[in-house]
């Protein structure tokens, strides 16, 4: 339901955009946000650390070891969500999961995951 992409291999101090597709059955939003899951950790999205989440209504929270560095935002036309992560540090380094909630009944998804290494 929920495809991502834009991971993979970056230098400390570099750049990725983390892009989320929903299917088109999922637009009407009551949340969006992005989770990680950091190496040597059990993996499962529903159990992985905020990144940054938005709230229909609200404000965006960003983690504080993100703030100021990641932005999430939402191209509503094209039913995308995506995380811009600049200023990449190896702490850093993790499977990414992008998570929704529907605005209608409420139905939670999660991504598949993507892998984000930042390594010199």
């Known amino acids: 339901q929920l495809v991502e992409s834009g991971g993979g291999l970056v230098q400390p101090g570099g750049s990725l955009k983390l892009s989320c597709a929903p299917s088109?059955?999922?637009?009407?939003?009551?949340?969006m946000g992005w989770y990680r899951q950091a190496p040597g950790t059990q993996a499962s999205g529903d159990q992985a650390?905020?990144?940054?989440?938005?709230?229909?209504?609200?404000?965006?929270d960003y983690a504080e070891s993100v703030q100021g560095r990641f932005t999430l935002s939402r191209d509503a036309v094209q039913n995308r969500i995506f995380l811009e992560m600049n200023n990449l540090k190896p702490e850093d380094t993790a499977v990414y999961y992008c998570?929704?909630?529907?605005?209608?009944?409420?139905?939670?998804?999660w991504g598949q995951g993507i892998q984000v290494t930042v390594s010199a």
């Open positions: 650390d905020l990144v940054a989440r938005y709230i229909s209504g609200g404000s965006t």
């Open positions: 998570h929704v909630v529907t605005l209608h009944k409420r139905v939670e998804y």
């Open positions: 088109q059955s999922i637009r009407t939003l009551y949340l």
